[in-house]
């Protein structure tokens, strides 16, 4: 190592971070299927923690209806419901985490908004939930409505739809509020429990899994007011319209079997079925597989792996979890719900 | 031509446009990839969600910010929250910094003990661990406001902060103020002329009427010049919350505590360095002089370790500025946190972190520019 030249170790640093920069340039594959099906699972953008939704169960399983979105897609590509890696994103850092390839897709209690869609260079999914933002309350307070909550101190967590939601309901209402926020979902929730603030916001689902984890659910009443609509939906990329067709029709695909009565348990005896949509949703005749780059059995293996809609739905958040959500605007709609699934055709 | 480039300075300038060039092409090369590949993704970039109206709300802040504010006074509404908060701990920091590095080293065991144990318990542990300690306790251990503990008459703790009587503010009451700091300069300046007269002549004159009246004279002709009403204003139980008064939020309470506390620390061990850096010659003089042992402090030692002790306090102040960030972890509407939020209303991270960087290299750069200014001044001057 005597007599480097000087200029030929400045010539020979630069080429080499030239070209590790070239290429270290995201590669943005137009085909997220390849790259899943070569990597051999998916990567899902989820919450940390919330209870019924995303969280890590007593062996460290990550279980809850976010996480069964990922399994559908993951069933639908690899026919194994378990091939997920989940990552934990954070509200804050969640679209940049798509946006830079950490993950396949997001799903993630996600609200679909216009600004989201039309700005951050992605698409939503389906809606897999309809939801709307609520205000929980400790039940000792006496509060019947939201607009009783004027002088309040709010706890809002930051970089989410809340924290605009809850501006746009009180000031036409005149309602003068203050608001703590949260980078921590932790720090949040502890926050209301200890009373540093009066009132705590967010979707109705996630209220309930709030009052969920309190130490004494009695003790908290969410208010009857929606103040705003949170359509939650799945996101991905918006280069590649294959991967959002996948993430699409996989979840659809769970909405039409609760429309068919199809269920994890009975799917099997639904193969010898007459009906020509079941056949053709299932994969006994036509090629709607094909069409999205897989397997025949693709919807076979959704409601095999995952269930239908129903099943979901009660597994995770129903009345019998401690969630306790009943199906409101999540209803089929021949039952008077929002849910509806396009033709398999 | 081969003459040229083996002679050696045109050699050593060429090397240097060259490493000029490298860096701006790779800083150029960076910028066209950022902004190329956010097109192709169709993320929107520019600076012009900042006039966009913000819709959330800040507080506190201290200047008047209300939701229907753009984005740009948002985030200049977290600039001083953050700077508020830093300054103070700075003062603080310094203050109990020096007063327990001077303990480490004073005769008295028990106090050098507890000085030590201070400063180990808190600089051997990370700052952001305290802060969410110092929170939780404020939150926890404290009654909830509608229980709240009344210190004194009008005086409420609780865990949402103390709430004390207020006085109503009005622009006369700072002509006043502004009239009292007025006289603090004048004070000093006639004290100044006074024991150079006494130097200079070396006749003794009672000073101390003479630097009273200038304190206090401009303060007394203002207030009589603009009246300024006193109406208290107190605080009141709400149905929610006390309302009026003044309010310390424990947010705020928490940052403070935990930035000043381990600020001190750091500062008491340079402030330690710094006096033992003086000879023991200095301090064998002082006694030979008759000074007491505060006084030989204050006149002749803390002087001259100044010199030893800025250069790294520089550093401590730095540090304690960007540790400011820890506070969004316990919700004090920093700079960091008003830029979380915009961020992801907005969706523009690049831009959004980038005025974090600008804003805090900026601040930071002030602070050095300040401290090598004060540090050149009392620098030991060759003659």
Known sequence: ?345 | MTRLFYDLRVRAILYQVLAVAFVASVAWYLAANVSQKLAEQNIVTGFGFLSREAGFVISPSFIDYKPTDSFARALLTGILNTIFVSALAVVFATILGLIVGVARLSGNPLLRALAFVYVEALRNVPLLLYLFLWYGLIVNLLPPVREAIELMPHVFVSNSGVTIPAMNWTPSHTKVLLALMAGVVLAMTVRRRMVAQRVSTGVERRMWPWVLLALLGPALVALLLFRPEITIEYPEKGRFRLAGGAHLKPEFTALLLGLTLSASAGIAETVRSGILSVGRGQWDATKSLGLDRGMALRLVVLPQALRVIIPPLTSAYLSLFKNSSLATAIGYPDLVLVTNTTMNQTGQAVEGIAIMMLVYLSISITISLFMNWYNARVALKER
């Open chain 1, 1 to 345: 190592m005597k007599n480097i030249k000087p200029f030929r170790l400045v010539a020979g640093l630069g080429v080499a971070l030239g070209l590790g920069l070239l290429a270290s340039a995201p590669a943005q594959a137009q085909a997220t299927l390849d790259a899943v099906k070569k990597r051999g699972k998916v990567l899902c953008g989820v919450s940390p923690v919330a209870a019924g939704f995303s969280f890590a169960d007593d062996k460290g399983v990550r279980r809850g209806f976010d996480q069964d979105v990922c399994r559908a897609v993951s069933a639908a590509v690899f026919g194994d419901p378990d091939k997920v890696e989940s990552v934990p994103l954070s509200t804050n850092v969640r679209f940049q985490g798509l946006q830079s390839g950490e993950v396949d897709l997001l799903s993630r209690q996600t609200t679909w908004t216009f600004s989201r869609d039309n700005s951050l260079g992605l698409d939503f999914g389906p809606i897999v939930f309809y939801d709307g933002q609520g205000i929980m309350v400790p039940a000792k307070l006496n509060v019947k409505s939201a607009g009783e909550l004027g002088s309040a101190v709010v706890c809002v967590l930051p970089g989410t739809t809340t924290q605009q939601n809850l501006e746009d309901y009180f000031r036409p209402r005149n309602i003068k509020y203050e608001a703590v926020v949260f980078e921590n979902s932790d720090e949040w929730r502890n926050a209301y429990f200890t009373g540093r603030c009066d009132a705590i916001t967010t979707d109705r689902s996630d209220l309930a899994s709030v009052r969920a984890v309190a130490p004494n659910p009695k003790d908290h009443v969410i208010l009857p007011e929606t103040i705003s609509k949170e359509p939650l939906a799945p996101v991905v990329r918006q280069n590649d319209a294959n991967w959002r067709d996948i993430v699409t029709w996989s979840f659809f695909a769970m909405v039409a079997a609760e429309e068919l009565k199809i269920t994890r348990a009975n799917v099997d005896t639904f193969l010898t079925s007459k009906d020509p949509e079941v056949q053709r949703l299932l994969g006994v005749s036509g090629d709607l597989g094909k069409m999205l780059g897989l397997d025949a059995k693709w919807a076979y293996n959704v409601i095999k792996g995952v269930g239908n809609y129903a099943e979901m739905f009660d597994r995770n958040v129903g009345p019998d979890t401690p969630i306790g959500l009943t199906r409101g605007p999540n209803k089929l709609w021949t039952e008077g719900g929002l849910l509806y699934s396009p033709p398999f055709r």
